[in-house]
Every structure is written in structure tokens, then in C-alpha cells.
């Protein structure tokens, strides 16, 4: 367990906030696709944590999340002030590899998974693509920072208020399309549902990749088995659980499980 002081937490748009804390430890460890597991208050009803992606960390020690206010625990988040001490654990999980000099990664996020994909641009050496998809405007986030990272950023949204109408994974076409001859890498973080469509269509286009499955999570350190996922496995079944906070929450594309 780390303090992390709040140094800044405000709006962005919406319901999205952007929090930093000062947590040097956390910081110079942290790769690309951990989390946080942020122990928001002390009050009996949320002692327990929220895990967060790893957004931007800085020399200077500073941490950034990137978050979504849905439930009890981020409304609270979004009412601390700076000089306000939290209980941090991290850097938490499994994080996305690092693709070679010779591969364009193409990251695919949904919702608040586009926090979880950028510190890929830091981390990837030759720039790449973002295909970045939600339900509507209100929910494309981050998309300056990634064009200020030399990122093509391509979006969709499903009532088309901005960018193409549809799925993002519609639009993997024009990708392969912009980029044949080249060597490709998915990462993927977003909504269940659309991690499940990237895999299928990764697959039927023979791409390689990594998705980070943000499960609901408890105890955030492997020991209570609230956060399992199906993943492959040589069983009768065919899978076998895996603990999304340990094993996790990135897990290779050939692991996944899809029904
Ligand atoms: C590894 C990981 C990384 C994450 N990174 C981010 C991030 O960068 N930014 C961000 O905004 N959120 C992120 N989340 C989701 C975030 O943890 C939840 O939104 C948060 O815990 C909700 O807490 P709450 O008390 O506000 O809501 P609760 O009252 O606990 O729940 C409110 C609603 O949110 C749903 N919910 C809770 N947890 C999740 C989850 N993990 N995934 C989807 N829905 C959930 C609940 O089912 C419920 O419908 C991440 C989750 C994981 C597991
Ligand atoms: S959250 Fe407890 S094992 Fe993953």
C-alpha cells in the first residue's frame, strides 16, 4: 500500500474526470495496461477499492487516471480536492508487451478504455492507430491527446454523433486496408460485449493482439476469486478461470475465451 496525495482531479466532459495523484513508487514501475486499486474512503459502505487503468505517469512522480462516474465510489472520487490522501495499491496486473520497432500497434477502446491504451503511444515506437468507439459524442474521450501523440485517431460511435455510424471493430477493414504489407499489433480495452467482437474479427482477419478484460474486482490481488474470466485452456471444457486483477487484466488474444 502507497499514499498517493491528490495533486489535481477535475472535469473533463461530462460524466469524465482526470485525477493525479503524487505517487513516485507507483509511477516509476507502472506499464502500460496496469491499474491502480484506489481506496477511495474510509466510510464502512466503500472500504473497499476501485481499480483504475494507469492513464499517464511522469518523471515527476505524478500518476493520472482517467475516469467515468457510474456508481457510488466515483461520485465520491469526484469530490475529493487536492492535498486529499489516498490509499493506493499498484502497480496492479499483467500489462500489454511492448510491440517491436518494425510493428504499428492499433489500439481499439471503448469508453473509458481509451485511458487504459494511451500509455501504449509512450511505450510503442513507431506511432499508430487509435480506433476509438462509443455510444455517442459524450463518451469519446482523450482524443487530443492521442493526435497530439502522432496518433491516426479513426472513430465511430453507435447513433453516429460522431465519426462513422456503427461498431469500431467495422472499423478493422480500413485499417488492414491502410496498412497491408505492414506488421500489425491489436490492443484492445473497452465494454466486455466489444472485446468478445474484436477477438472474433481479429481472428477471421488472422491479426495478433492483447485485450485487457476490466472485470468487476474485489480484494484486487488474486485471493478472493471475484474477478475470474474464461480463458482457454486444454480441460474437457475447453477454458478454465483466470483471475482478471493477477493473470490479468491483459490477457494474449490466443488465451481468450469467446462463446
Ligand atoms: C482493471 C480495471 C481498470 C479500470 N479502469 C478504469 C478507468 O481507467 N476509468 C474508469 O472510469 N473506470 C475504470 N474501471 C471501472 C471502474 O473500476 C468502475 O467504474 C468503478 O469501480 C465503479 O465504482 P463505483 O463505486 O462508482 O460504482 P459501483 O456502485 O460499484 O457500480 C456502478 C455500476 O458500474 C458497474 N461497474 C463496476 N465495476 C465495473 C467494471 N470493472 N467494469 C464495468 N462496469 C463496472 C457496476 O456493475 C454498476 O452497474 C476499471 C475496472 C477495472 C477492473
Ligand atoms: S479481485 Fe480478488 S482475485 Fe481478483
Known sequence: MKNGEIIANTRIQGDYYRVVFHAPEIAASAQAGQFVHVRISDRLDRVLRRPFSIHRVEADGSLEVVYKTVGAGTRELAQLRPGTVCDLLGPQGRSFTTPGDDVVPVLVAGGYGAAATYMMTRQAVPKGVLLLGARSKA??????????????????????????????????????HDFAGRKLRFYGCGPFPMLMALAKELRRTGQGGELSIDHVMCCGVGACFACVVKVKADTPEGWRYARACSEGPVFDLEDVYVE
Not at 150 to 170: A, C, N, P
Request: glycine content about 16%.
Open 139 to 176: 463518451d469519446v474521450i482523450l482524443v487530443d491527446e492521442y493526435r497530439a501523440a502522432g496518433y491516426d485517431v479513426r472513430i465511430s460511435t453507435d447513433d453516429g454523433s460522431l465519426g462513422g455510424k456503427g461498431r469500431v471493430t467495422e472499423l478493422i477493414d480500413g485499417v488492414l
